[in-house]
Nanobody
């Protein structure tokens, strides 16, 4: 199973980015898809998750600014990030839970003027 994340980059405070993560390989079914992030010197933390039937969960620090969605036909999860702040700077990792858990390689998001 391979998770390919994309969409990271440099953006100014208040700007937006959209992350994508496509899963490929021998996947029976994906129960949960999500995004985590890890800033330098910090532990990896949950950003948002979405279940196969569309139920979402967000960390308090992104609630109202970020939106997670998924396309089950494409085994792809998205993270729309709006009103970005400097403290959102981190490597963002996608995650899927199927018969096993799998992590993507991470994509760097830098919020800076």
């Amino acid at each position: 199973v391979l998770l390919q994340a994309s969409g990271g980059g440099l953006v100014q405070p208040g700007g937006s980015l959209r992350l994508s993560c496509a899963a490929s390989g021998s996947i029976f079914s994906i129960y949960v898809m999500g995004w985590y992030r890890q800033a330098p010197g910090n532990q990896r933390e949950l950003v948002a998750t979405i279940t196969s039937d569309g139920k979402t969960n967000y960390a308090n620090f992104v609630r109202g600014r970020f939106t997670i969605s998924r396309d089950n036909a494409k085994n792809t999860v998205y993270l729309q990030m709006n009103s970005l702040k400097s403290e959102d700077t981190a490597v963002y990792y996608c995650y899927i839970q199927s018969q096993y858990g799998y992590w993507g390689q991470g994509t760097l998001v830098t919020v800076s003027s």
